[in-house]
């Protein structure tokens, strides 16, 4: 998504080969290979732990974050939105616990500090589920980190209001 290919670029730019891209989103991991072509790309879903740990083989942090974050879809598909948003995070968790796994860091969401539904509460999830693993397995560095609403990605305001003032 669009985080995941401004840390991509990021860490590309800073060095880092080593870098592993796991995505149920074809298009993207293969716009992605084009740009940056070591990357390992892996099609799959954080909620499917055989994907998980294919794409765990060698890796020795991880950035987690994939996430059902549209309000309105996760309202009219909680299954989904707890598929990936919660599921997802613990097979990356419990892949630390197996793996030689240096970090994992978890992206939140300002939407967790007031939950108010299904997004929120997934989220708040994840960061309580971070707590816990950092306790059962202190060899690993476990953080969240809260995003809020960023300029024009994907399904923030700018995006959905641009065409509409452009008429």
């Not at 840390?7 to 290979?33: D, F």
């Not at 598909?77 to 892949?95: A, I, K, S």
């Given at each position: 998504?669009?985080?995941?290919?401004?840390?991509?670029?990021?860490?590309?730019?800073?060095?880092?080969?080593?870098?592993?891209?796991?995505?149920?989103?074809?298009?993207?991991?293969?716009?992605?290979?084009?740009?940056?072509?070591?990357?390992?790309?892996?099609?799959?879903?954080?909620?499917?732990m055989t994907d998980v740990k294919n794409a765990m083989r060698g890796v020795s942090g991880i950035f987690h974050l994939a996430a059902m974050k549209h309000v309105g879809l996760a309202e009219e598909?909680?299954?989904?939105?707890?598929?990936?948003?919660?599921?997802?995070?613990?097979?990356?968790?419990?892949?630390t616990r197996s793996?030689?796994?240096?970090?994992?860091?978890?992206?939140?969401?300002?939407?967790?500090?007031?939950?108010?539904?299904?997004?929120?509460?997934?989220?708040?999830?994840?960061?309580?589920l971070f707590i816990q693993y950092s306790k059962l397995n202190p060899k690993t560095v476990y953080r969240t980190v809260r995003y809020g609403n960023v300029w024009a990605s994907t399904g923030s305001f700018v995006t959905k209001w641009k065409p509409k003032m452009e008429k």
């Open positions: 998504g669009f985080l995941g290919k401004a840390l991509v670029k990021r860490l590309v730019s800073m060095g880092v080969t080593n870098l592993v891209a796991l995505s149920r989103n074809e298009g993207e991991l293969v716009k992605i290979k084009e740009l940056y072509p070591t990357i390992r790309i892996v099609p799959g879903s954080v909620a499917d598909g909680p299954r989904e939105c707890v598929l990936t948003n919660v599921v997802g995070t613990l097979n990356l968790l419990e892949v793996y030689e796994t240096d970090f994992i860091v978890g992206l939140s969401t300002d939407k967790a500090s007031c939950v108010k539904g299904v997004y929120g509460a997934t989220k708040l999830l994840l960061e309580r």
